[in-house]
């Protein structure tokens, strides 16, 4: 189904786009006829992404070296995509995680994850709303997560980060309907990343597969998503196929929130 919604023509921003979720859904719009930016604040993984797309035959992807956290770059990154044509759609990827509880959370870390999470989707956000008003409207997806509206353990900073995307989300999709500027979130439950891996790595060393299996069946399904699966949502929602969608929180969570016990 995910062939049907084609985005030809249209230039798409995507950061974080050097690996998981972001990789997949650049992957996934390249193929669907978009022109991809890819941005990531790690250039050579950027990279990567661009090699996959141009082996696969997506039309030519273009790497933006950029920190999402620091306003005068991504305002002139940003603005030289917009010179270049147009921004129809921004899918705001780029994030980081953190583990512990609100006694155990620094103040450094609650600012790292309140950084990356809040204020870099605010800035890129910030940055697309003109060139996409000037052009007739666009569309901005940002990644939330169940941790926006369910209570997860150890997850203090990274909820309120995800809560944060999510009001954002809400409010911009309010204040520039006029506009016809979409904005929509999808709300993940746990997805299989490089993350995650590493996560098994350094906290469960020699217990991989154990602790693998345990997160895995936290989803009703009995098992993690896949980024590409989160790619497939994202191409539908950023695609003309569903221009009746805006401020609207989809959950992609395997039955957590409805299946549970």
Same mark, same amino acid.
């Given at each position: 189904?995910?062939?049907?919604? *084609?985005? /030809?023509?249209?230039?798409?921003?995507?950061?974080?786009?050097?690996?998981?979720?972001?990789?997949?859904?650049?992957?996934?719009?390249?193929?669907?006829?978009?022109?991809?930016?890819?941005?990531?604040? *790690?250039?050579?993984?950027?990279?990567?992404?661009?090699?996959?797309?141009?082996?696969?035959?997506?039309?030519?992807?273009?790497?933006?070296?950029?920190?999402?956290?620091?306003? /005068?770059?991504?305002? *002139?990154?940003?603005?030289?995509?917009?010179?270049?044509?147009?921004?129809?759609?921004?899918?705001?990827? +780029?994030?980081?995680?953190?583990?512990?509880?609100?006694?155990?959370?620094?103040?450094?870390? #609650?600012?790292?994850?309140?950084?990356?999470?809040?204020?870099?989707?605010?800035?890129?956000?910030?940055?697309?709303?003109?060139?996409?008003?000037?052009?007739?409207?666009?569309?901005?997806?940002?990644?939330?997560?169940?941790?926006?509206?369910?209570?997860?353990?150890?997850?203090?900073?990274?909820?309120?980060?995800?809560?944060?995307?999510?009001?954002?989300?809400?409010?911009?999709?309010?204040?520039?309907?006029?506009?016809?500027?979409?904005?929509?979130?999808?709300?993940?439950?746990?997805?299989?990343?490089? #993350?995650?891996?590493?996560?098994?790595?350094?906290?469960?060393?020699?217990?991989?597969?154990?602790? #693998?299996?345990?997160?895995?069946?936290?989803?009703?399904?009995? *098992?993690?998503?896949?980024?590409?699966?989160?790619?497939?949502?994202?191409?539908?929602?950023?695609?003309? +196929?569903?221009?009746?969608?805006?401020?609207?929180?989809?959950?992609?969570?395997?039955?957590? #929130?409805?299946?549970?016990?």
């Amino acid at each position: 189904m995910a062939e049907n919604f *084609r985005l /030809d023509g249209k230039a798409a921003i995507v950061t974080g786009a050097g690996s998981g979720i972001g990789r997949a859904i650049s992957r996934r719009f390249a193929k669907n006829g978009a022109k991809v930016y890819l941005v990531d604040i *790690r250039k050579g993984q950027a990279e990567e992404t661009a090699e996959e797309i141009t082996v696969a035959g997506g039309a030519g992807p273009v790497v933006v070296q950029c920190d999402v956290t620091d306003g /005068d770059a991504i305002r *002139r990154e940003f603005a030289k995509i917009a010179a270049n044509g147009r921004i129809d759609i921004l899918v705001n990827s +780029a994030g980081v995680s953190s583990i512990g509880r609100i006694e155990t959370t620094s103040e450094d870390e #609650f600012e790292r994850v309140f950084q990356i999470n809040v204020k870099g989707m605010f800035l890129c956000m910030q940055a697309v709303i003109d060139p996409m008003r000037k052009s007739g409207g666009g569309v901005i997806l940002n990644l939330a997560s169940i941790a926006a509206t369910a209570g997860l353990s150890d997850r203090f900073a990274y909820s309120m980060s995800k809560g944060a995307v999510l009001s954002m989300t809400l409010s911009v999709a309010k204040d520039y309907l006029a506009d016809k500027i979409r904005c929509n979130a999808i709300s993940p439950a746990r997805i299989h990343t490089p #993350f995650v891996d590493a996560y098994l790595k350094e906290r469960y060393a020699g217990h991989e597969e154990e602790m #693998f299996e345990k997160l895995s069946q936290s989803q009703p399904v009995g *098992r993690m998503g896949l980024p590409e699966e989160v790619a497939s949502l994202a191409l539908f929602l950023c695609s003309d +196929a569903a221009t009746f969608f805006t401020g609207a929180d989809i959950p992609l969570d395997g039955g957590f #929130f409805n299946l549970r016990g």
